[in-house]
């Protein structure tokens, strides 16, 4: 068992920058893939970044050469980065973690098994 806490988030200006992390407790001993997912209300909830337990990063196309997803081991803590922030990215972003699948990290939020409580980001045009 694992507790994810999000924090960050907020309001940015098209263009703006924006930083989420998320905090793992419990048994950090074992190897997780941890993800960034992200919600609009009546939506799928979309992947939008994913690090496996080797450290292989994985980005949606839409967030792709902006968000950067990183791990500090040391601080059990995994962050967002998120740069040139559009009206798009709005959402309730969600961090994830999941340790049964090896070293796969699934994109489906099906398969991921812990759920941190969601940290809103909004960005006005």
């Known amino acids: 068992q694992v507790q994810l806490v999000e924090s960050g988030g907020g309001s940015a200006q098209t263009g703006g920058s924006l930083r989420i992390s998320c905090v793992v407790s419990g048994d950090t001993a074992r190897p997780y893939c941890m993800g960034w997912f992200r919600q609009d209300p009546g939506k799928d909830r979309e992947r939008v970044a994913a690090i496996d337990r080797d450290g292989e990063t994985s980005y949606a196309e839409s967030v792709k050469g902006r968000f950067t997803i990183s791990k500090d081991n040391a601080k059990n803590t995994v962050s967002l980065q998120m740069n040139s922030l559009q009206p798009a990215d709005t959402a309730m972003y969600y961090c994830?973690?999941?340790?049964?699948?090896?070293?796969?990290?699934?994109?489906?939020?099906?398969?991921?098994?812990?759920w941190g409580q969601g940290t809103q980001v909004t960005v006005s045009s």
């Open positions: 994830a973690a999941v340790s049964r699948w090896g070293s796969y990290c699934p994109t489906n939020s099906l398969n991921f098994d812990y």
